[in-house]
């Protein structure tokens, strides 16, 4: 059985961080300088707070899929 979640992410070109959230994991705010180490908190903490939130039990061999949606937008100054 696999249960699967959408995360979204934003380009903060202020902090120059990638920022995820997730209206379907509880307490799933997080952020990385660049989308591969985004991915990689997010597979360590999507677990431990589904968990936390009881919304999976540890152990119980449930896979867990995530979508990772994206938005940056960038501007460009025209000489």
Same mark, same amino acid.
């Given at each position: 059985?696999?249960? !699967?979640? *959408?995360?979204?992410?934003?380009?903060?070109?202020? $902090?120059?961080?990638?920022?995820?959230?997730?209206?379907?994991?509880?307490?799933?705010?997080?952020? $990385?300088?660049?989308?591969? +180490?985004?991915?990689? *908190?997010? *597979?360590?903490?999507?677990?431990?707070?589904?968990?936390?939130? !009881?919304?999976?039990?540890?152990?119980?061999? *449930?896979?867990?899929?995530?979508?990772?949606?994206?938005? +940056?937008?960038?501007?460009?100054?025209?000489?």
């Amino acid at each position: 059985m696999t249960s !699967h979640y *959408k995360i979204e992410a934003f380009w903060d070109q202020e $902090a120059q961080v990638w920022v995820a959230e997730s209206p379907d994991i509880l307490g799933l705010v997080t952020e $990385a300088d660049n989308l591969d +180490r985004l991915t990689n *908190k997010l *597979k360590q903490m999507i677990p431990e707070l589904l968990a936390a939130n !009881h919304q999976i039990a540890i152990g119980n061999n *449930k896979n867990i899929a995530f979508e990772l949606i994206t938005h +940056r937008q960038e501007l460009i100054q025209m000489a």
